[in-house]
């Protein structure tokens, strides 16, 4: 059974750094395109980033330059480094392994970031 | 980037109601097209891909249509489990975006 189990959530200041965790089960994250989404409070979804099996890696706009997706193959853990955070990063962060056709099949249960001072 | 615009951005409507909600992208994406629900509190759960395919184990009062700039998501029967939020995504090119989401409500 897929599972994906986000963690690294808090209340960070503004220009602060966290890092988010992605634990994934019943399948490898390097065989996978795994796919970061976010959602502010009261508000739409945003893609934010995308990790291929070969290694490649997309950003937001919003986010580039400032956010690194990333993976470890030996925990199975799929990470999204978050740096020089703003007010308008406060959102809650969904994990997602993707299907062939490049979309979300399977979700985590997300974690919330929350950028204020 | 490919903009998506949802309409409408909120409709209310009686339990029975055929339902369409609509998503335009800014250019063609062909098929490149997926749509989720969203429920209070939870993560989105994928309904339709590539415009048209149903997810398995997705009732098939939903349907999607449509292809290049112009695509519905219909509901041929709203039942209470279905007030939800709906959201589009495009997958034709990065960065992937969203529509800016439907929200379904109880008259």
């Known amino acids: 059974e897929v599972q994906l189990v986000e963690s690294g959530g808090g209340l960070v200041q503004p220009g602060g750094s966290l890092r988010l965790s992605c634990a994934a089960s019943g399948f490898t994250v390097s065989g996978n395109y795994m796919s970061w989404v976010r959602q502010a409070p009261g508000k739409g979804l945003e893609w934010v980033s995308v990790l291929h099996s070969g290694g490649s890696t997309y950003y937001a706009d919003s986010v580039k330059g400032r956010f690194t997706i990333s993976r470890d193959n030996s925990k199975n853990t799929v990470y999204l480094q978050m740096n020089s955070l703003r007010a308008e990063d406060t959102a809650v962060y969904y994990c997602?392994?993707?299907?062939?056709?490049?979309?979300?099949?399977?979700w985590g249960q997300g974690t919330l970031v929350t950028v204020s001072s | 980037d490919i903009q998506l615009t949802q309409s409408p951005s909120f409709l209310s409507a009686s339990v029975g109601d055929r339902v369409t909600i609509t998503c335009r992208a800014s250019q063609d994406i062909s098929s490149y097209l997926v749509w989720y629900q969203q429920k209070p509190g939870k993560a989105p759960k994928l309904l339709i891909y590539?415009?048209?395919t149903l997810q398995s184990g997705v009732p098939s009062r939903f349907s999607g249509s449509g292809s290049g700039t112009e695509f519905t998501l219909t509901i041929s029967s709203l039942q209470p489990e279905d007030f939800a939020a709906f959201y589009c995504?495009?997958?034709?090119?990065?960065?992937?975006?969203f529509g800016g989401g439907t929200k379904v409500e109880i008259k």
């Open positions: 997602a392994k993707n299907m062939a056709g490049n979309y979300a099949g399977y």
């Open positions: 590539a415009a048209s």
């Open positions: 995504q495009q997958l034709k090119s990065y960065p992937l975006t």
